[in-house]
């Protein structure tokens, strides 16, 4: 299973930006997808979740200006970034808990990140 991440880059503040991350390989059912985020010197935190029902959690940091969403047809998790702060800068790791063909029970997989830069 990979989970390729798309769509980081330099932008404005506030600007817009949209990830996106999709998840390939011998998958038997996607459960939670998400987006995560560590900024230079500082831990890995929570940006955004979605269940496969659809219920959605955000940190309080993005509450309002991000949205995430997900098409699991494509089993694809998006992220869209609006009214971008400095602070928004770091690196975004896609996650998705995912049972796959061969091993049948849920496990966590993460993508390589995607650069987002939020300057003028």
């Known amino acids: 299973v990979q989970l390729q991440a798309s769509g980081g880059g330099l932008v404005q503040p506030g600007g817009s930006l949209r990830l996106s991350c999709a998840a390939s390989g011998s998958i038997l059912s996607i459960n939670a997808m998400g987006w995560y985020r560590q900024a230079p010197g500082k831990q890995r935190d929570l940006v955004a979740t979605i269940t496969s029902g659809r219920s959605t959690n955000y940190a309080d940091s993005v509450k309002g200006r991000f949205t995430i969403s997900r098409d699991n047809a494509r089993k694809t998790v998006y992220l869209q970034m609006n009214t971008l702060k400095p602070e928004d800068t770091a690196v975004y790791y896609c996650?998705?808990?995912?049972?796959?063909?061969?091993?049948?029970?849920?496990?966590?997989?993460w993508g390589k990140g995607t650069l987002v830069t939020v300057s003028s």
């Open positions: 996650h998705s808990t995912i049972a796959t063909i061969t091993v049948g029970r849920y496990g966590d997989y």
